[in-house]
């Protein structure tokens, strides 16, 4: 059962415009939200986060969305530039000391066309 | 500062040979986990450990087996491998988290791309 779904493989923007990444999850004791960015041939790096006791994270270019009602979170990119063109994983944790279990989402590759 | 180092970056295993992919951190984390990358699948969970001397198993644990004896290395070895376990494996490592913080984000290294013939 997959915890955390990104429904969509892939996404193409052009450059300068806004990007929306999507996310969904069943499992209502993930307590984080975090999103990372893996670019090919290297490991994914931490991009940002955003708490389960809140609705919106925003650092610089980028804002995570979190809607609980929903069971949805979203990441905006504004503007995108072509060096964000990468895969992206969702990924939700639930653990509020020591050891936190992180399920990751199978990842949407965006392309940010020049 | 390094990160996360894994070793090597690619290898080529005949069925039922043995391996093990080593990984480094320099951060002082107490934390370090071995995943997998399969197509379709996502970062999956092998092993994990919380501390030096201390291991777990993740979601895939089958076929694969780790040791932590000091701090900053995360070793995970294949004894018999087989084709199922052609993947890319990523190395992690991150802070303990503490009641009430921010959950941290995981470092990752670069990645070992193994193939299994």
């Known amino acids: 059962d997959q915890q955390v779904k990104q429904n969509s493989p892939s996404l193409s923007v052009q450059e300068g415009r806004i990007s929306i990444l999507n996310c969904d999850y069943t499992?209502?004791?993930?307590?984080?939200f975090l999103w990372y960015k893996k670019y090919p041939a290297e490991g994914p790096t931490f991009l940002i986060s955003?708490?389960?006791?809140?609705d919106k994270n925003e650092d610089g270019r980028f804002t995570v969305f979190l809607n609980k009602s929903a069971k949805h979170l979203s990441l905006h990119i504004v503007p995108s530039q072509p060096g964000d063109s990468a895969v992206y994983f969702c990924a939700a944790s639930v653990g509020s000391g020591g050891y936190q279990k992180v399920t990751f989402g199978i990842g949407t590759k965006l392309q940010v066309i020049p | 500062n390094a990160g996360v180092t894994q070793t090597p970056k690619f290898r080529v295993l005949k069925t039922g040979q043995s391996m093990t992919l080593l990984c480094a951190q320099d951060m002082n984390h107490e934390y370090m986990y071995w995943y997998r990358q399969d197509p379709g699948m996502g970062l999956r969970l092998i092993h994990y450990s919380v501390g030096e001397g201390t291991t777990a198993k993740g979601e895939v644990p089958d076929g694969y087996n780790v040791s932590r004896l000091k701090k900053q290395n995360f070793l995970l070895g294949l004894e018999s491998a087989a084709p199922s376990q052609t993947s890319v494996y990523f190395c992690?490592?991150?802070?303990?988290?503490?009641?009430?913080?921010?959950?941290?984000?995981?470092?990752f290294g670069s990645g070992t791309r193994l193939t299994v013939v």
């Open positions: 499992n209502s004791m993930f307590d984080y």
């Open positions: 955003i708490s389960s006791i809140k």
């Open positions: 992690a490592s991150s802070r303990r988290r503490s009641s009430g913080t921010d959950a941290y984000g995981y470092t």
